[in-house]
């Protein structure tokens, strides 16, 4: 009989974190793409009892040296219906889980705690006319799984995706699915002429530039998608960046006058950090 990773036998580490025997919760990776230098998604089994509304996030992760579970809240970005599970990562240079998880292959495992929590869903909101995604680096991931959501275009007429990263690179993923998603058998009809992409760089040069939070307050994202400006009776938002972006977003939404909401009391915005920490 083949015996995996024998004990005697020297291992890099992710196969030996990833061995079968010693992960709880695992799952197994199907695919990998690397998107650059420094963001990458992969897409992994689900297991068959999990259940969770397109946006909320879980915990995921490996073992660490020591053989304990290094776990990291990750939105999953794929959405309710799919047979898989898809997550979109950084790779945080000497980070403790994604130093590793970056070197993940298919095949290999790695462990999924299958409780999954989140602001970022529909329930949270109030019915409205328009949905606005709002987000940062990769606070996409949560919106990748709302954007292929049938109850998205069933609550809403229009559905607005503002993605804004430094350089084009880091907005790949984000076009690439949306592109892919008006040819997609199972919603491609739902999402035609709904979806709107909005994507900026801030430091390198493309075709729109500028941040989310300054294309709002100037009016130029309403200019250019001819909309009209936000208000509180027919839009509806839902943001995840870093602390400062969301910050910095939550006061231009309250100018136009909608008010934060939660699970527990639906209102006009949501909003969930994307990370942890002011830089790496
Ligand atoms: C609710 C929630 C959902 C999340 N969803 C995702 C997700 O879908 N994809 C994802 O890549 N990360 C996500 N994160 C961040 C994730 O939990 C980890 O922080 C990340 O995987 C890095 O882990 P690490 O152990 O390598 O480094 P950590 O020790 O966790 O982080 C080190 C530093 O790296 C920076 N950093 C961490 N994550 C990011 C990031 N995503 N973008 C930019 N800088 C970052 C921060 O400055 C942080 O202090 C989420 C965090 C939260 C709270
Ligand atoms: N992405 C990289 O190439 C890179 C390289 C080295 C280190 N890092 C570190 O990694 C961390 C995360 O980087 P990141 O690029 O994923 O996230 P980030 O620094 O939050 O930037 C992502 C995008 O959000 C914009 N943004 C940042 N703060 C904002 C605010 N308060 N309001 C509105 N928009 C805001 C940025 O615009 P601005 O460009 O105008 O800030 C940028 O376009 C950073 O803290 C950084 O120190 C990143």
Redesign the pocket.
Known sequence: MFVRNHARVPVPDTQAQTAKPHLPDAQTVTAVTHWNESLFSFRVTRPQSLRFRSGE?VMIGLLDDRGKP?L????I?SPAWDEELE????K?PD?????R?QHIKVGQEIILRPKPV?TLVHDALLPGKRIWFLAT??GI??FASLMREPETYEKYEQVIMMHTCRTVSELEYGRQLVENLEADPLIGEMVAGKLRYYATTTREASPRMGRITDNLASGKVFADLGLPRMNPAEDRAMVCG?LAFNVDVKAVLESFGLREGANSEPREYVV?????????
Request: glycine share 16%; proline share 6%.
């Open positions: 996030f290094l990291r809240a990750y939105s970005a997550f979109y990562s950084i945080v980070g403790p889980l994604t130093s998880l989140g680096g990769t991931a949560p870093s969930e950090k994307a990370f942890v920490g002011d830089g790496v």
